[in-house]
């Protein structure tokens, strides 16, 4: 089986006049079909920059990527335009930018889909199914500005998937809401996910995501840190499993807490012991 995100090596730089930024420097993602993940990290870590990316918006300046069997790095329009269409859904951060304010609930589920060709079949039937899937069914006639911010969200969940798509890609779609209405607009998404069999990268800062998502993935720096997965313990607790991500190359981002702690920087000892390595701060000494 082919995965559904192959991300290595990412890199991605934004040219000004002035200066060159660095977004991404050599990230790596995978992901399954119908797996879920979490993208969390600091302001200015490169997660918007790889949405973008992974949206076919915004092309890398290097690396390889491609999404549902799609080379993102070397589509051309009307392809880049069909996998927009048909292979990702994009929830922008911001509802209102994802809705057609004149248009009723249903009409604007239906716009994505009258778009796509030979979508002649059923489209109000459809919509109304991924409507109420989301809890708006009793909201089906109402336009953007009659319903809640949660409400609007969940519109615009609706439209991102609208056209059945592999991926749904949502840059912090709970920033805006409060924590009840975001949990149940999350365990909503996430049953409809699996009902589609779609899978998802979600941006947070939010930490409540995370119990939603197969796999949390923390950029650091333009590269991918490490990866959290939740397993469920006898309790019923969810424990997290935290892993540091290792490129083909070998490297590895220790976390930042570390470093601080163990004054860990520039150069480092490492010492094969038993079945692992340990690494020490150069000023360790020999009998470390
Ligand atoms: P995040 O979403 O994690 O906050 P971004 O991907 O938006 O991070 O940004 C990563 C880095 O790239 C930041 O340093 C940001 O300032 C820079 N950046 C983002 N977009 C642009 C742009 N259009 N032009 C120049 N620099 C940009
Ligand atoms: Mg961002």
Same mark, same amino acid.
């Given at each position: 089986m082919t995965q559904l995100v192959e991300a290595e090596g990412l890199v991605h730089i934004y040219k000004t006049a002035e200066l060159e930024v660095v977004?991404?420097?050599g990230l790596d993602l995978h992901l399954e079909p119908a797996e879920t993940i979490a993208i969390a990290g600091r302001s200015g870590s490169g997660k918007t920059t790889l949405m973008n990316i992974l949206a076919g918006v915004e092309r890398p300046s290097a690396g390889r990527v491609q999404v549902g069997g799609h080379d993102l790095t070397r589509m051309d329009g009307s392809e880049q335009e069909e996998y927009r269409r048909r292979v990702v859904g994009y929830l922008w951060q911001h509802a209102q930018v994802n809705l057609w304010p004149e248009l009723t609930a249903l009409e604007n589920v239906q716009v994505p889909m009258l778009a796509g060709a030979g979508g002649h079949r059923g489209p109000a039937a459809q919509s109304r199914r991924l409507l109420e899937a989301l809890g708006l069914g009793s909201r089906l006639s109402h336009r953007p500005d009659r319903l809640s911010g949660g409400e609007n969200q969940r519109l615009a969940m609706a439209i991102a998937l609208a056209n059945g798509p592999q991926l749904l890609l949502a840059d912090e779609?709970?920033? /805006?809401?409060?924590g009840a209405t975001c949990r149940g607009l999350l365990a909503d998404l996430a049953q409809l996910l699996r009902e589609l069999n779609a899978g998802a990268i979600m941006v947070t800062h939010?930490?409540?995501? /995370?119990?939603?998502?197969?796999r949390v993935i923390q950029i650091r720096d333009g590269r991918t840190a490490t990866e959290t997965r939740y397993v469920e313990h006898a309790s019923g607790h969810l424990v997290a499993d935290e892993l540091v991500i290792m490129d083909r190359a070998g490297r590895l981002q220790i976390p930042r807490h570390h470093l601080e702690e163990l004054g860990l920087r520039d150069r480092v000892r490492i010492r094969r012991e038993g079945e692992g390595l340990r690494i020490l701060p150069l000023d360790a000494g020999a009998d470390a």
């Open positions: 977004a991404l420097q779609p709970t920033a /805006e809401l409060d939010d930490r409540q995501l /995370e119990r939603y998502v197969d």
